[in-house]
């Protein structure tokens, strides 16, 4: 089959587009045909081995999964002997190491049901970024009707998502993007937008229940500044940062990992990989509550360039790889 293949941490060009043989699944695992896959933060930063103190769990002289890519969504080809759930030519969608390529195999236990409106490309965007939406809205943030939400970053891949969710549990959604992205954050339900190029949200007099910040841009006592009483602000990953770092975007996450353990106030959210949660993000996108937001597709073979264009060009909402 062909894949997107990587022996050695560097830029896009260490990226090798060619043959390598088809997964067998095992036991547990289905093997999926992909037909379309999603870009995300995690695979440039795998791609560089970028931050480096993550190198112990990425692979120390290169990444130890060498195809590329996570998010996924295609047909069944074929099942192991024990998964019951899924039958060759059910259509799916999931996340796991190797999306990158013609074919996948994949836990059974992170992969779910496509939902019937969306396309492959929709589908694909989903797993990651809404799992991260949806964890850290519900699961953290525990999210009820009238609550204050404000979600920083709402234009990105996980903001996009995020934005819908919390709509979705009716909240009251406030967004914060760049100018450009302002009328996008409208469109998907926040009830009122901050432009973070002419306003700083942490300065101003509105408290918020939620603050789910995806951009690590303000320290812990500016936001905490704009935190209603009994409100949580959770913290996901750092999109201003741009890699060549020994931390990278971890060092708010550390920060806030360590008073976290002293305050009920904020909280670091850990991803978990769960076929419940692609199934409720399934439910959502039936009902018309969630739809994935392409900024761009490109085509497998160029990969490399949907990496570098993720990486450089402060892409919005989600990047796609159609197969």
Avoid at 1 to 12: E, F, L
Avoid at 118 to 142: C, S
Avoid at 240 to 250: E, K, N, Q, W
Wanted: include cysteine.
């Amino acid at each position: 089959m062909k894949a997107i293949m990587q022996d050695r941490y560097g830029s896009p060009e260490a990226l090798e587009f060619g043959d390598v043989s088809t997964p067998v699944p095992g036991d547990d695992e289905v093997l999926v045909r992909v037909r379309a896959a999603a870009v995300n933060a995690l695979d440039w930063h795998v791609m560089r081995g970028d931050p480096y103190l993550a190198r112990p769990m990425m692979g120390l002289r290169g990444p130890r999964a060498k195809i590329r890519g996570r998010d996924f969504a295609g047909r069944v080809e074929s099942v192991g002997r024990n998964v019951t759930r899924f039958k060759a030519g059910d259509e799916v969608f999931g996340e796991s190491d190797g999306a990158f390529a013609e074919y996948v195999a994949a836990p059974a236990s992170v992969v779910g049901h496509k939902p019937a409106r969306l396309t492959f490309e929709q589908a694909a965007a989903i797993p990651l970024a809404g799992n991260t939406a949806l964890m850290g809205l519900r699961d953290l943030g525990q999210v009820q009707p009238g609550h204050r939400v404000l979600i920083n970053g709402a234009s990105g891949g996980v903001g996009t998502f995020a934005v819908q969710i919390a709509t979705a549990f009716g909240a009251d959604v406030t967004g914060v993007c760049s100018t450009k992205n302002i009328e996008q954050t409208r469109s998907l339900g926040a009830d009122r937008v901050i432009d973070y190029t002419s306003t700083d949200f942490t300065s101003g007099a509105a408290r918020y229940d939620v603050i789910f910040d995806l951009v690590g841009n303000h320290s812990l006592t500016e936001l905490r500044r704009v935190l209603a009483p009994g409100g949580k602000l959770v913290l996901s990953g750092g999109g201003i940062y741009r890699g060549g770092s020994v931390v990278g975007p971890m060092a708010l996450m550390v920060t806030g990992m360590v008073v976290a353990r002293f305050a009920r106030w904020v909280d670091v959210l850990q991803v978990v990989q769960r076929a419940a949660n692609l199934t409720t993000l399934g439910e959502l996108a039936e009902a018309g509550k969630l739809t994935p937001v392409i900024d761009r597709t490109y085509p497998l073979s160029e990969a490399a360039t949907a990496i570098h264009y993720l990486e450089t060009e402060h892409a919005r909402a989600k990047v796609v790889i159609t197969v």
